[in-house]
T-cell receptor
């Protein structure tokens, strides 16, 4: 039972390249979210999903795309990488309802040069 | 920005002392949660306090919530070197329970 699995752990991209960060869960939780963490800024919500086929934008969605075709997977796509997207990315899952805790993946450290 | 604020940004204490971190949030909440992060790894849930609760305890952790001031505090008693980590509060807004809005975090260093 791995919980939340993120791949890759590290990635270096050139400006303008695209890539997909993978997030997979085995806990059957409805809510899945992507956050980015920059020094001194905590975690900021990029996109989230409340169930398969349903996604919405968070606080900082520009430059990112998501889809959720299954309960288990929630990939994050960078369409055309920019240096400002250099960050650590975390995927999080939560069960349905307000009183549930989040479980996080171990993060993807992305550098855009 | 939806983000909340935490203070202090960094805290350095001696082992055995108590550590207090404060958090402010912006909207009416259903509940507030505290998380811990070790060295850039994934966050781990510590404790949840509901909007109708004022205080909650879990082991060496004590959390308070003041909804009139939109603020919360986390107290770690009898700190240990292993408590060294970053601590984040996260609020669940009343009108969007699927979101978890994080504060900026407090970096705690516990010196042996």
């Amino acid at each position: 039972n791995a919980g939340v699995t993120q791949t890759p752990k590290f990635q270096v991209l050139k400006t303008g390249q695209s890539m997909t960060l993978q997030c997979a869960q085995d806990m059957n939780h409805e809510y899945m979210s992507w956050y980015r963490q920059d020094p001194g800024m905590g975690l900021r919500l990029i996109h989230y999903s409340v169930g398969a086929g349903i996604t919405d934008q968070g606080e900082v969605p520009n430059g990112y795309n998501v889809s959720r075709s299954t309960t288990e997977d929630f990939p994050l796509r960078l369409l055309s990488a920019a240096p400002s997207q250099t960050s650590v990315y975390f995927c999080a899952i939560r069960g349905q309802g307000a009183g549930t805790e989040a479980f996080f993946g171990q993060g993807t450290r992305l550098t855009v040069v | 920005s939806q983000q909340g604020e935490e203070d202090p940004q960094a805290l350095s204490i001696q082992e055995g002392e108590n550590a207090t971190m404060n958090c402010s949030y912006k909207t009416s909440i259903n509940n507030l949660q505290w998380y811990r992060q070790n060295s850039g790894r994934g966050l781990v849930h510590l404790i949840l306090i509901r909007s109708n609760e004022r205080e909650k305890h879990s082991g060496r952790l004590r959390v308070t919530l003041d909804t009139s001031k939109k603020s919360s505090s986390l107290l770690i008693t009898a700190s240990r070197a292993a408590d060294t980590a970053s601590y984040f509060c996260a609020s669940i807004p009343m009108d969007s329970s699927y979101k978890l809005i994080f504060g900026s975090g407090t970096r705690l260093l516990v010196r042996p």
